[in-house]
C-alpha cells in the first residue's frame, strides 16, 4: 500500500445548486492504523442526498458539517487492508462512511455509531452492500416496513420514486398488499416505477398538477406518505390526506440543494386529520439490519423486488454524479468506482 | 317544558377576531323528541377555541361549518327532560354537544359520535361532567397521559398553559414526574401556573423573547410538547426540540380567531431531530372515558390537580365570553350558565 490516499475534498460551499467546482481532488497522507480501528481500502462510494446537507454550513442537524479542505463524507464499501480490530478482520468487505478517498479508518464502537464499519452480509456483493443491502435498502425497508407499515388496501404514496430508496421503498409498500402511488420528474422514472417496480400510478411533477392528480387517483385521501422531498410537494401531499395518515419524513431533496427554505402552509391538516408526521434516520434503526438484509436479499432473489445501479468509473467522477443527482435523469442508484479493480 | 327554544345563532361569519355580532339571540322551536333520542336541557355551554373553527367557513376539518342563522355548536351539559332512549333517562345529566341553546336532542349511537350524549360519571356535578371531568379534562388526560407518556425526568412543554387544557395537562405531566414549562400570556397566568400548579417555570410570551427563554429553561431541549397554539409558537418551540421530541398538535388558538394562516418554517428540524408531530382530536380516545374521569376525580379530590373555572349567568353572555376567550384575560374554564336554576 503507497502513503498517498487520493480523496475529493470540499474546496467551497455551494451557494444554491451543487456545482463541481466546489471540490478539488488532491493526494493526501494515508491514514494510520489506531488502537481499534481497521484501514479500509475504498472500492465504491455511493452519490446520496444527504451529502448535500453534510456540505453545508449547518451540516445535517445529527452529524457537523464536512469542513472545507476536509474530504467530502459519504456511503461507502471496501476491503480491509490493516487490521488492529478482530471484529473488521483483514479482507473483509465492510460498508461505512468512508468519505470520497480511497483509504479511512473505521471501528466497530456504536458509541460512535458514525465512524462504525459494518460487514458485507454473507453472500452479497460489494456493491449490493453499499446499496440495495446497505443503506438505500435498510432507509427503504425500516421506513416503510418498521414505521409505516402499510396494511392491505391501503393507499401509500413515495415521492422521488425512481430514486434508489423511493423505488425501493414503494415496492415494498406493495409487497404489503398496499396501492401505491409514486411522484417523479420525468416520464421515463414515471414508467420505470410503474412498467417495470409495479407501482400503480405514478404523477410526473414537472408535467402534472400534482394535487388534482392526487385527488383522482387517491378518492378516499393518501392514507401512507413516504417523503424524500419534503418542501412545496410535502404541502401538496398535506391537502390530500386522509384521516388518521402517517406521513415519514426521510429525505428533503426538493431543499437540500441549497433552496430557499419553503414555508409549510398545511401543516394543520396533521390537527383536523389525526394524522402524525415522523422525521426519520435509519441510524435509529440499525438493530434491523440483519433482518432487512436478509427479506432484502430474498425479495432481490426472486425478482419481487428491483432495483438499478448505475455505476461510473473514477473517484474523481463523483463531483458530477452529485450534480447530476439533483439534476435528475438518473433511474435507482448512483455509484462510483474507485477502485478500478473492484469488480 | 314550553315550546320555545332560546338560541344564540350565527348570523354573519367573523372576518379576523370574532365579535359579538356575529351572533343573534333568537327564540327558536323546540325539538321534537325522536327514536332512539332524548331531549336535554341545557344546564350550561362551555366557552371553547374549537368553536371559533366551527363557526369559519371551512369548519374544523372533522365537522361540517355551523350555518348562518343556526345554533352555535358548542358543549354542554344538561338534563334529560323527555327521553325515547332508555340508555338516557329522564333526569339524568349529560354531557353532549348541545349548542348555545336551551334545549337539544342527543343519541346513544356512536356511528354518529357528535350527537351522543354522555351520562356524567357517578358524583359529579353537571359543572365537573362539562369541565374538569368533561372535554377538558379528557383532552387533558388522553393527550398528556396516553398519548405523549411523559417519563421522569423530561422536560415537558405546554402553550396555552393556563387554558383550561393546557393547565390540566401540564399538571398530568408533572404527576409524571417530568419538569414542566408553560407558555402564557399574561404575568398572572405565569404565576398562576407556577405557584397555584406547580409547574417549573412559565414563559410569558408578549414581554419574553420565547426561543431565549427555551433555551435556559430546557438546556436538553424539549423533549414533549403539548401545543394549544400553532403558528409562531409552533415554529419557535421546534427550533429547540431535543432529539426523538414528541409534538402533539391538540389546539390552534393563533389562528383559530381568523388570523392569516401562519407558513411553518422550522418543520425540517423533524427530520434532523428524529421527532414526530401528531394531530390529535379527543374523539379518537372516549374508549379511555372512564379510566380519565376516575383518575381526575382522585387528583382532583386529593388537590394534586387544580382546576378554575369562571361561570358567568345566560345564555346572551356566551358571545361575550368566546371574544374574551381569545382576548386572554381569564385563567381555566369559561363557562356560561343557561338554565338560571342550575346548581
Known sequence: ??????????????????????????????????????????????????????????????????????????????????SANPDLPVGAVVTALTGWQELSLVGSDWAEPFTVGTIAPDGATALDALTTLGQSGMTAYAGMHAVLRPQPGETVVVSSAASSVGSMAGQIARLAGARVVGIAGTPAKCAWVVDELGFDACIDYRTEDVADRLKELCPGGVQVFFDNVGGELLDTVLRRIAPGARILLCGSLSTDDGDEAYRLRNYPRLMSRRASMVGFNTIDHWDLYPEATAQLARWIASGEVRTRTEVVDGLDAAPELLVRLFSGDHLGKLVARVDPDAP
Chains 1, 2 share one sequence.
Do not use: H
Open 1 to 82: 500500500m503507497g502513503a498517498t490516499n487520493r480523496q475529493v475534498v470540499l474546496a467551497r460551499r455551494p451557494e444554491g445548486p451543487v456545482t463541481a467546482d466546489c471540490f478539488e481532488v488532491r493526494d493526501g497522507a494515508a491514514p494510520e492504523l489506531t488502537e481499534g480501528k481497521a484501514l479500509l481500502r475504498t472500492r465504491y462510494v455511493s452519490i446520496d442526498p444527504a451529502i448535500r446537507g453534510w456540505i453545508s454550513p449547518r451540516g445535517s442537524g445529527y452529524l457537523p458539517p464536512v469542513g472545507i479542505g476536509e474530504p467530502v463524507r459519504s456511503n461507502g464499501v471496501g476491503v480491509v487492508v490493516e
